[in-house]
């Protein structure tokens, strides 16, 4: 029972980590493909560098007006939860029956 237990904590932990990562508004640090630094020779003369682009905010998913509510993404997420937790139970009860299984066959064995 105890395994069962501890089983559900697991899940519990790992879904509440995988929502806060999903539903952070920033994104993680980018880490640009190639780094930004100047040329040793300097800048070429007669050529001049392009100025950046204005950057747009990120839109989202609280901005997007055709995704799912706010309704639904509650609804999805308790599915979620129902559905991963009955997931654990069954493996916990497969490893419990299977554990039974083994040590009555060790039992008969060694008699």
Same mark, same amino acid.
């Given at each position: 029972m105890s395994a069962?237990?501890?089983?559900?904590v697991v899940v519990g932990t790992a879904l509440v980590i995988a929502t806060r990562v999903a539903l952070s508004g920033? @994104?993680? +640090?980018?880490k @640009?493909? +190639?780094?930004?630094t100047p040329s040793v020779r300097g800048p070429a003369k007669g050529r001049h560098l392009a100025a950046e682009p204005d950057l747009q905010p990120v839109a989202t998913w609280l901005d997007d007006p055709d995704g799912p509510n706010l309704v639904q993404r509650i609804r999805s997420g308790v599915l979620l939860v129902t559905l991963l937790t009955a997931l654990g139970a069954l493996t916990a009860l497969a490893l419990i029956v299977g554990g039974a299984?083994?040590?009555?066959?060790?039992?008969?064995a060694v008699q």
């Open positions: 069962f237990v501890i089983s559900l920033t @994104p993680t +640090t980018d @640009p493909a +190639t780094s930004v299984v083994l040590l009555t066959g060790l039992r008969s």
